[in-house]
């Protein structure tokens, strides 16, 4: 299909809560969003790197300036048949892997759009429901996290995931442990902690969680494939793999035995396919995590998490976790039971209202006279 023009938006969208994690507290999230025409069609994207470049080297304002001002003016007025081409076009830029995928989402939804076929289809993904677990963030004490838990207990969440940072970790893992015994557990590290802290990691083996997660630096693959080697408990990347060449290196040092994928974090759907596919090669389970998105970015995430070796519970959220009112519509409900279908026709949109009131910075990338 030939792109005709990109419409970029950069939103902040304010939190019901401040999201506290090893990198710091976000109070509202700050989101690239790209509509893409071609002709009568179109189609939307949304990447969040954040406001500032606390998760990974990117942030919501670099991949703004990025999709505006370098990699649109690359692709608007060409065509490109496939993903893959799309991506050869700004192979040449190093990195930038959220900006990329800004575009490279919108390619896609742009794609189903022209030929009426629902995005996980056309993803090779089976219509399925996906399944989420629960999520807490850090809290002021372990006892409201207790609380906090045994709601997503009572809920029957399949699995719990836990933010740890230094100062959050062992007692809190041990009062979480005790008071729930048979629950499947995993802590989210962000990149926390280093190899000194093995002695730790030990510790926290007696625990049973089902994996760490990122426990160590956010671009590195071998202190993880030493740490591997060295505790039971299974090790996940997440911040690692921003990259199909990071996920070759991970997988062929033995760094990790899960991997979440994030579409912005690897450049986009064609890159989580395939990570995917080198990842169930090599016999490791992967599932899908997110970025507090608004409901269009969270139907990403279950459309890719429709591919077959997504199979431990994704962090897919309902809109009213996070947002009074969500930017698009319609939003984000959960099922009962945890979980959420892909879409058969158009993804969530921005409602235009609140599209108006949220964005910070606006512009149409068109072709060159
Ligand atoms: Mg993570």
């Known amino acids: 299909m030939r792109i005709d023009r990109l419409d970029v938006y950069y939103v902040a969208m304010p939190l019901i809560a401040p999201w506290r994690t090893a990198y710091g507290a976000d109070y509202d999230i700050h989101s690239v969003l790209v509509k893409a025409t071609s002709g009568d069609n179109y189609g939307w994207a949304e990447s969040t790197p954040f406001f500032a470049p606390t998760y990974l080297s990117e942030s919501a304002g670099g991949a703004y300036y990025h999709v505006t001002e370098v990699f649109g003016p690359q692709v608007v007025g060409r065509e490109f048949d496939t993903a893959a081409d799309l991506n050869d076009a700004l192979t040449i830029f190093k ?7 800004a ?24 219509t399925r429901e996906i399944i989420a677990g629960a999520d807490f963030g850090i809290q002021d004490t372990i006892d409201e996290l207790l609380e906090a838990i045994q709601g997503a207990v009572d809920a029957n969440f399949p699995r719990v995931k836990l933010k740890a940072a230094p100062g959050w970790d062992l007692d809190m893992l041990k009062a979480v442990r005790s008071t729930f015994p048979g629950m499947t557990f995993h802590i989210d590290c962000n990149s926390g902690y280093t190899l000194d802290d093995l002695p730790l990691f030990k510790e926290i083996d007696k625990i049973g969680l089902a994996f760490i997660e990122q ?36 997988i062929a040092v033995g760094a990790c035995k899960y991997i979440n994928i994030k579409p912005g974090r690897v450049g986009g759907l064609h890159n989580v396919k395939l990570i995917h ?28 998490a429709t591919l077959a070796n997504f199979t431990y519970p994704g962090d897919l959220f309902a809109s009213s976790r996070f947002y009074v009112e969500d930017l698009c519509e319609p939003p984000t409900v959960m099922t009962p039971n945890h979980t959420f279908m892909p879409y058969e026709g158009r993804l969530p949109e921005p409602n235009p209202d609140r599209l108006a009131a949220l964005t910070k910075h606006h512009a149409a990338v068109l072709p060159n006279a």
């Open 215 to 250: 426990p160590l630096h956010w671009n590195d693959v071998l202190d993880h494939a030493e740490l591997a080697r060295n505790i039971e408990t299974p090790v996940c990347l997440d911040e690692t793999i921003h990259s199909v060449k990071a996920a070759e290196q991970a």
């Open 95 to 101: 990195g930038n892997s959220f900006a990329k995928a």
């Open 103 to 126: 575009i490279e989402i919108a390619w896609w939804t742009l794609q189903s759009d022209i030929t009426g076929t629902p995005l996980h289809k056309l993803l090779g993904g089976e």
């Open 277 to 304: 596919d080198m990842a169930a090669e090599a016999g490791i389970p992967v599932w899908v995590g997110g970025m507090l998105e608004s409901a269009l970015g969270g139907a990403i995430c279950v459309e890719v």
